[in-house]
Nanobody, 121 residues
Framework: QVQLVESGGGLVQPGGSLRLSCAAS????????IGWFRQAPGKEREGISC????????SYAGSVKGRFTISRDNATNTVYLQMRSLKPEDTAVYYC??????????????WGQGTQVTVSS
């Protein structure tokens, strides 16, 4: 069964850092693009980053570009999101998602359960 499990969320002060992990099971990441999304209360889901399956090209939303870094380790079936210089507006539930193919999709087929990130002093 395809499963994605996020971890690493929590409470952090503004300016701090967190590293989110997305562990995949039931499939290998080699042929899937992986994206990170977030959704704040009362707001629409926002795609924030994606990494392609084959050449590991990355993309970022303007709101996180320069602060967040996505990476993948196919050997361990894990995708990471390193978040730096966190701001209160980064507070949201963060989801990783997978989609079969070589290009990132705004509507991936498989989703994790989400992990809460709260940026507050």
């Amino acid at each position: 069964q395809v499963q994605l499990v996020e971890s690493g969320g929590g409470l952090v002060q503004p300016g701090g850092s967190l590293r989110l992990s997305c562990a995949a099971s039931g499939f290998t990441l080699d042929y899937y693009t992986i994206g990170w999304f977030r959704q704040a209360p009362g707001k629409e889901r926002e795609g924030i980053s994606c990494i392609s399956s084959r050449d590991r090209r990355t993309s970022y939303a303007g709101s996180v570009k320069g602060r967040f870094t996505i990476s993948r380790d196919n050997a361990t079936n894990t995708v990471y999101l390193q978040m730096r210089s966190l701001k209160p507006e980064d507070t949201a539930v963060y989801y990783c998602a997978a989609d079969f193919g070589s290009r990132c999709s705004p509507t991936p087929d498989y989703w994790g359960q989400g992990t809460q990130v709260t940026v507050s002093s």
